[in-house]
């Protein structure tokens, strides 16, 4: 009876063409990796500036594992913080330019233990439309009252606040700073105007920002100027490690310390991990060659496969989305992009809404030219195959004008074109 439910629930998404089935990696991944016999090219990951795997983080980790063991054997709040955790949280803090900060297992448990610490019920959350699952579950858990505001919508955010603030105590905006599934940006200048005009806090999350863009890779809001109350960032993308953190003073630090049920019911971030930080911040402040090829390799895939007939949104990230519609479309092409050796996986519902289903092209700085070639031959190929042309799904047009320009008044990328 109880499996039978887990059944049909199996059974409903491989009808809606909504099933997950990973594939399995033989080899460590990079730039390409070993799947299914082959080399393939990989273009979904989120190693940004190739630093996955760098002997550097290789032996830190080696080394750390070999100093403080292989566990941090409790939560923090029980049997004490390493110092190696300590010296962790110090350099992340000084990289972000922010007094304090809090290390994290993942940028998931950041998420949720960050926003339900920071506001409870009596306040109220601010949260865009686009954000990602892990910051729409942690409004969830912090039981405040949340207001969804149009995708990176200021003024409707400012008429959300002046109908809804009265409504909490304390007042709490959240954004992503790169969107992950859409690759656009938000005006962090007029959202941070907005916050205090209202009287709110900001928490922005730099999860596709941080290494890739700002002075020294420091993120979207160094690149705007703007200083958020919580900045939130994950070590497991641009970092080329895993983890995460949360940054800000040293009062919303010791809250979230205090009451983060993600921090203090869960055992303490790996210390080796924890070691291996340091190291990172140095590869990714020095990596300003990295950041160029990344940026000129994701203006080419989005520059050709426009030219190509492809429907891709405007934008200046790293992340190039491809709209496909119908979930099944995104999973014939990602399934017609394998065989001819690329590996980019199709994205749909809830990751993303309905008729909207897309691949998520994302290319990293240890991609080669020629790689880049083969990756447009291979999408040149497709183009050419009739059932595989690219639609105009009216769902799609929405999803292409809702996007604003207002990013590129922070200058993301260094770039003019759009
Ligand atoms: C990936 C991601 C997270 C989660 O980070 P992990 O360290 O992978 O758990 C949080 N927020 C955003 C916007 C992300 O893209």
Not at 121 to 140: E, Q, T, Y
Request: glycine share 8%; hydrophobic share 45%.
């Amino acid at each position: 009876m109880f499996l039978d439910s887990a059944r049909s629930r199996l059974a409903a998404l491989e009808r809606e063409h909504l099933l997950r089935t990973p594939r399995t990696l033989a080899a460590p991944t990079g730039p390409t990796a070993l799947i299914e016999g082959r080399e393939r090219i990989v273009l979904c990951s989120n190693d940004y500036l190739g630093l996955a795997g760098h002997p550097k983080l290789r032996e830190a980790l080696a080394a750390g594992a070999m100093t403080w063991g292989s566990s941090a054997s409790a939560s923090p709040q029980v049997s004490g913080t390493l110092r190696v955790h300590e010296e962790a949280a110090e350099a992340i803090a000084a990289f972000m330019k922010q007094p304090a900060a809090l290390l994290f297992p993942s940028g998931t448990a950041a998420n949720h233990g960050a926003i339900s610490a920071l506001v409870g019920p009596g306040d109220i959350v601010f949260s865009d439309a686009l954000n990602h699952a892990s910051i729409i579950d942690g409004c969830r858990l912090s039981r405040a009252r949340v207001v969804v505001y149009p995708h990176a919508d200021t003024r409707a955010l400012d008429a959300l606040l002046r109908a809804h603030r009265h409504e909490g105590a304390t007042a709490l905006i959240v954004t992503d700073a790169v969107f992950s599934m859409d690759g656009d940006t938000t005006d962090l200048k007029a959202l941070a105007r907005v916050a205090s005009r209202w009287d709110a806090g900001l928490l922005v999350d730099e999860a596709h920002a941080l290494g890739v863009v700002g002075p020294g890779g420091r993120g979207f809001a160094a690149a705007c100027g703007v200083h958020p109350d919580l900045v939130v960032g994950t070590f497991g993308k641009a970092f080329g490690l895993a983890g995460a953190f949360a940054a800000g003073p040293a009062e919303l630090i010791a809250v979230i310390a205090n009451r983060a049920r993600s921090y203090v019911f869960s055992t303490a971030m790996l210390p080796a991990l924890a070691a291996a930080i340091p190291s990172s911040i140095e590869l990714v402040r020095g990596a300003d060659d990295a950041r160029a090829r990344l940026e000129l390799a994701s203006a080419t895939l989005r520059q050709e496969l426009s030219a190509l007939g492809f429907q891709i949104p405007p934008g200046r990230s790293a992340i190039v989305p491809m709209l496909l519609g119908a979930p099944e479309r995104a999973m014939q092409f990602s399934t017609r992009l394998f065989d001819l050796d690329v590996f980019v996986h199709g994205i749909r519902p809830p990751t993303v809404p309905i008729g909207t289903s897309r691949l998520r092209i994302v290319p990293t700085a240890a991609h080669t030219e020629a790689h880049l070639e083969r990756v447009l031959a291979a999408f040149s190929a497709l183009a050419q195959a009739d059932e595989l042309r690219p639609i105009d799904d009216p769902r799609m047009r929405v999803s292409l004008a809702n996007r604003l320009d207002e990013d590129l008044e922070c200058g993301l990328g260094r770039g003019s074109g759009r």
